[in-house]
T-cell receptor, first 109, second 114 residues
Framework: QKEVEQNSGPLSVPEGAIASLNCTYS??????FFWYRQYSGKSPELIMF????GDKEDGRFTAQLNKASQYVSLLIRDSQPSDSATYLC?????????FGTGTRLQVTL | DGGITQSPKYLFRKEGQNVTLSCEQN?????MYWYRQDPGQGLRLIYY???????QKGDIAEGYSVSREKKESFPLTVTSAQKNPTAFYLC?????????????FGEGSWLTVV
């Protein structure tokens, strides 16, 4: 069974620090990788997607993909209290997307 | 505004009843999906449809049924055969491209069995 693993947290970081969220996956043939943010009681919203090895930056967010090691990470620079949420890693194509259980991030003042 | 609309947001079901969750999208997306989310668990795929009048079972289809008579609509029926239906249900859509396809979610529907 294809699996996506995330540390459930909570991951606590002070405001202004860098938050690093990690995700590992079991299907070596996976091609597409996504990060979603989910606030409590709300639906997931797409933050970033990445397809190629290396880094992809979008504002304060950087996604990092290492297919050889089968991990994908999300860095959040200058963390803000509004970043406090659960971050879901998803791997695969749209019709065969496997989600991790999410990492809860808490940004403290 | 373009988006995915789910209704109702909150729904209570009595034991033995069927209930239907509505999902409508005006994004002109070909593919639509239903996911279920339980506390502490990841999203699990119930059903998906890549084209009108066609749909496929996901990982947890038992006790659920769907239809796709129109491109913009993909209702989910939770039948009495679903023994533990209390959960957060998420409808999603994507443009259906083979490569680079990205899923976007509606606001979700909370279903509680009373």
């Amino acid at each position: 069974q294809k699996e996506v693993e995330q540390n459930s947290g909570p991951l606590s970081v002070p405001e202004g620090a860098i938050a690093s969220l990690n995700c590992t996956y079991s299907d070596r043939g996976s091609q597409s990788f996504f990060w979603y943010r989910q606030y409590s009681g709300k639906s997931p919203e797409l933050i970033m997607f990445i397809y190629s090895n290396g880094d992809k930056e979008d504002g304060r967010f950087t996604a990092q993909l290492n297919k050889a090691s089968q991990y994908v990470s999300l860095l959040i620079r200058d963390s803000q209290p509004s970043d406090s949420a659960t971050y879901l890693c998803a791997v695969g194509t749209a019709s065969k997307l496997t989600f991790g259980t999410g990492t809860r991030l808490q940004v403290t003042l | 505004d373009g988006g995915i609309t789910q209704s109702p947001k909150y729904l209570f079901r009595k034991e033995g009843q069927n209930v239907t969750l509505s999902c409508e999208q005006n994004l002109n997306h070909d593919a639509m999906y239903w996911y279920r989310q339980d506390p502490g668990q990841g999203l699990r795929l119930i059903y998906y449809s890549q084209i009108v009048n066609d749909f496929q079972k996901g990982d947890i289809a038992e006790g659920y049924s769907v239809s796709r008579e129109k491109k913009e609509s993909f209702p989910l029926t939770v039948t009495s055969a679903q023994k533990n239906p209390t959960a957060f249900y998420l409808c999603a859509s994507s443009d259906g491209q083979a490569w680079g396809d990205t899923i976007y979610f509606g606001e979700g529907s909370w279903l509680t069995v009373v």
